[in-house]
């Protein structure tokens, strides 16, 4: 089977080449794409690193809500990366209102600008979205900015969705993808099962990450996206569909997403 994690973090922390003899080792005969996400200059570039010593991963660059006080204090410029060719979204990008790492104003502010760079770059978004237990602050902040970023032919995924079944229509209405992560695999998570259902199949997109959220049974340990087909066979089940149908529907939404291909496909 060949599947596509969508989303994971490279920290750099282990060469590229032993990082993916281990993600290759957890998959034996099964096959993946991936995507290298970056939430900041240096990420974003350990990304990009990650991406071009492989044909089949691409990278996305941006500012994570967690760094956006960072990056307005350092003045990074991101513009590094506009002709890369392995460069296929910007994000991860968002609002997190749950850690206030970052001022709440700010937040908004980055997100609009790099909402505006992908609609300048031709490119989709990665969105991170979190806010306080039983507070959606967050989500409505957000949905006030993507509604004129798709209505301007903007297209964006929501990555870890976790707004709930009230919501999630709000965001499928403006085209949004969504991702799922090990958090499906979670025993408390019926939250996420339940949202699950409600995504259209045809914007389903699966995710790691990594070097969090590492599905059951293997909660508690560092996540790399050999893991991903413990997602995989988590939400063929919730969905009541087969692992490799599974495998198949998000592998060519990704594709069709980043609008990527090795060549292979």
Request: charge should be negative; glycine fraction near 6%; proline fraction near 4%.
């Amino acid at each position: 089977m060949t599947f596509f994690d969508t989303h994971f973090h490279y920290s750099g922390e282990i060469p590229i080449a032993d990082y993916r003899a281990q993600m290759e080792s957890a998959l034996k005969t099964d096959r993946l794409y991936t995507l290298a996400v970056g939430g900041s200059l240096a990420e974003s570039q350990r990304a990009l690193a990650y991406a071009k010593s492989f044909d089949d991963s691409w990278c996305a660059i941006g500012i994570h809500p967690h760094t956006a006080e960072e990056y307005r204090k350092n003045g990074d410029d991101l513009s590094i990366f506009r002709n890369e060719k392995k460069v296929v979204a910007i994000g991860e990008l968002g609002l997190d209102y749950f850690y206030d790492f970052s001022d709440h104003q700010i937040q908004r502010e980055v997100l609009a600008e790099y909402l505006d760079l992908a609609l300048a770059w031709k490119k989709p978004a990665i969105i991170h979205l979190r806010d306080q237990e039983n507070c959606e602050t967050a989500y409505f902040d957000a949905l006030k900015l993507l509604r004129p970023f798709a209505a301007k032919g903007g297209r964006f995924e929501v990555h870890c969705y976790t707004g709930g079944t009230t919501l999630l229509p709000h965001f499928a209405e403006l085209g949004a993808y969504f991702g799922v992560t090990g958090m499906v695999t979670f025993k408390r998570a019926e939250n996420v099962r339940a949202q699950l259902s409600m995504i259209p199949l045809e914007r389903l997109l699966l995710e790691t990450d990594s070097p969090y959220l590492a599905p059951v049974p293997l909660r508690g340990t560092e996540n790399h996206p050999g893991n991903l087909p413990l997602v995989a066979a988590k939400v063929a089940d919730v969905l009541h569909q087969s692992i490799e149908k599974v495998a198949e529907i998000t592998t060519d939404n990704a594709k069709r997403f980043f609008a990527v291909n090795d060549g292979s496909f």
